[in-house]
């Protein structure tokens, strides 16, 4: 277990230093500066931006020092936002953002289990049929279709939520819901597949012979190694739930992280682009360590493999 | 759903699939308005005889306006699909071929890329290239090949050890003949199938940025654009919101369903 860990975080930490220096140099290489305006500005201003944000070193050496403050957890300033520095707005984004994406996740599991689950148990039934016509419409509903959508329906028409910004907790309600829905989808289409395809092992046979009712046939039979491919969607469903974040907080004036990344992007402002790269490439892969940890602890297939591997 | 069931759906999803292509690439040419015209009588007008799907905030006909996004969201992702194909499909035959040390680091890198959000990596190379639509597909395309590239991999490990792969050895056959001969022909139909897959994602991904402002740029559009400007006109004429988004999520809707049932095909899988 402890040598899994360690490889695990090993291959993290890699992956991270490469996404950081790929996102960095990828920036630098780009045509046009943070200071490039519509009016050009005197050389010597311009010098002296460009010196007071230590522009002009060398690459090398302004990725050294990147790097070593990133270290210590600092992002350096904004260059856009005036006396604001990265770590600053990523601890007014940052909050929102993982709000409204881990309630989405949460949301998407939440529906996405039973109905998958229900669907398998009762196979080839009109329900069945329903819930998984259900299921491919959902799959077809991005947050860009259903954000604006809600917005329309619920806060403007039937006035029951609040439309956009971040006054109370009910703001999150809207957004969260969107961006669950094409998860909720995909996770009650992998957990019906999985739940058949356990449903014809041959331990759930055995229980289902000895006369087990459904309900704990599901739960201490089937759930458990049909959960197991689920587990792993979480991964790149984080991934998908960031992309649409940024989507989601548009169309819904939150202050979140999504729409500050979007902004330094099409501003050029360096720092808060790679501000936002480390955010997410971080909080991406130490979901993705949980779940592969999780996923060695409760798969036996794949602890028994690599022990055999170390012996 | 009985087999019976599931050939009507693949068949209407089938049907849905070539009339919006046959709508997006024909559709424009016998419509009286261009997408680009402005009828400066009709701003903002609903539904009617002169526009079926009304007109937009500057008078532009909604419906040509949504068959031409359509169609450059439609060449964005099949151009993007391509190239996670030809990237794709290498990569993973090379890895299953290959075998042992390199097939652990390219599949590692696989891994690794699979743990970043894409529209990351592509709003970085938007970044990078300006609003460049070409390259805005080439980056979608070098970033959503990695589904492809694993099945590949997976089904090139699997021909690896048949026997007619022994047979072309101990002919004497060339690596390369071997790959191109009996190789390739072997999972070339899974490779389409998953770049079948990988289309609606594209497409997707198209519109979010598009819509964010960092993809297709006026005067050309898309229908991530297209949502985008009817977000921002919703609330009094929720019609350039909701044929653009309605075209979307059909589009989306057979694509899905085509891909879902090809690949059913091809794993055997005809209960699910």
Redesign the interface.
């Known amino acids: 277990m402890a040598r899994f860990v360690f490889k695990r975080i090993a291959?993290m930490l890699?992956?991270f230093w490469?996404?950081i220096s790929v996102?960095f140099f990828?920036?630098r290489?780009?045509?046009?500066g943070p200071f490039d305006g519509d009016r050009r500005m005197p050389p010597e201003v311009e010098e002296n931006l460009l010196k007071a944000y230590n522009l002009d070193d060398p690459l090398p050496i302004q990725y050294g020092r990147y790097v070593w403050n990133l270290v210590r957890f600092d992002l350096g300033p904004s260059l856009k936002h005036h006396d604001f520095t990265v770590n600053e707005l990523i601890a007014a984004g940052l909050p929102v953002s993982l709000s409204v994406g881990a309630l989405a996740l949460v949301i998407a599991l939440v529906l996405g289990i039973p109905i998958g689950c229900a669907a398998a148990f009762r196979?080839?039934s009109w329900l069945?049929?329903c819930l998984?016509s259900t299921t491919?419409?959902g799959?077809?509903?991005?947050p860009?279709?259903t954000?604006?959508?809600f917005?329309?329906l619920f806060a403007?028409t039937l006035r029951w939520l609040p439309a956009g910004g971040m006054d109370a907790a009910t703001s999150l309600i809207l957004p969260s819901i969107a961006l669950a829905i094409p998860h909720a989808a995909a996770t009650a289409k992998l957990m019906?597949?999985s739940c058949?395809d356990t449903l014809r092992q041959n331990h759930v046979l055995t229980a289902r012979s000895k006369g087990l009712n459904s309900l704990r046939l599901a739960i201490h039979h089937v759930l458990p190694s049909a959960m197991i491919p689920v587990l792993s969607f979480l991964?790149?469903a984080?991934?998908?739930v960031?992309?649409?974040s940024?989507?989601i907080e548009?169309?819904f004036s939150l202050p979140g992280l999504g729409r500050y990344?979007?902004q330094g992007?099409?501003n050029?402002d360096y720092t808060l682009?790679m501000g936002?790269?480390v955010v997410?490439?971080a909080l991406?892969?130490m979901l993705?360590f949980v779940v592969d940890t999780l996923y060695f602890r409760f798969d036996p297939r794949i602890r028994s493999q690599s022990q055999a591997q170390a012996t | 759903m009985n087999t019976a069931q599931q050939k009507i759906g693949f068949r209407v999803a089938l049907a849905t699939l070539a009339c919006v292509l046959v709508l997006v690439v024909l559709g424009p040419m016998f419509l009286p308005w261009e997408y680009q015209e402005i009828d400066w009588d009709n701003i903002n007008q609903a539904p009617s005889i002169d526009h079926w799907f009304g007109t937009d905030a500057s008078g532009r006909d909604v419906l040509t306006r949504t068959l031409v996004g359509g169609r450059i969201s439609l060449i964005v992702a099949l151009l993007a699909t391509c190239v996670s194909f030809l990237i794709g499909v290498p990569w993973g035959a090379i890895a299953g071929l290959a075998g042992g040390r390199a097939d652990q680091v390219m599949m590692r890198i696989v891994d690794g890329m699979y743990a970043l959000p894409f529209v990351l990596i592509v709003i970085l190379l938007v970044v990078l290239f300006g609003r460049n639509v070409y390259l805005l597909f080439v980056g979608l395309g070098a970033v959503s090949w990695l589904d492809i590239s694993r099945i590949v991999r997976g089904q090139t490990l699997v021909v690896r050890n048949e026997q007619y792969i022994l047979a072309a050895n101990a002919l004497g056959a060339s690596q390369v003949w071997i790959v191109w001969k009996h190789v390739l022909p072997n999972i070339i139909g899974t490779a389409f199938v998953y770049a079948t897959l990988t289309i609606p994602g594209v497409i997707i991904a198209e519109s979010f940025i598009s819509f964010l402002g960092l993809g297709i740029q006026e005067p050309q559009t898309s229908l991530g654009v297209l949502i985008a400007d009817g977000t921002k006109e919703m609330h009094s004429s929720p019609w350039q919101l909701a044929f653009p988004a309605g075209f979307l999520v059909f589009t989306l809707l057979a694509l899905n369903k085509v891909g879902d049932v090809l690949r059913d095909s091809i794993t055997g899988n005809v209960e699910h």
């Open positions: 291959f890699i992956t490469v996404v996102a990828l920036l290489l780009a045509p046009g196979h080839n069945d049929n998984s491919t419409f799959l077809a509903l991005p860009i279709v954000g604006p959508l917005v329309l403007v019906r597949g058949i991964g790149p984080a991934a998908t960031i992309a649409g940024l989507v548009e169309v990344f979007v992007a099409l050029r682009v936002g790269v997410y490439a991406i892969l993705n």
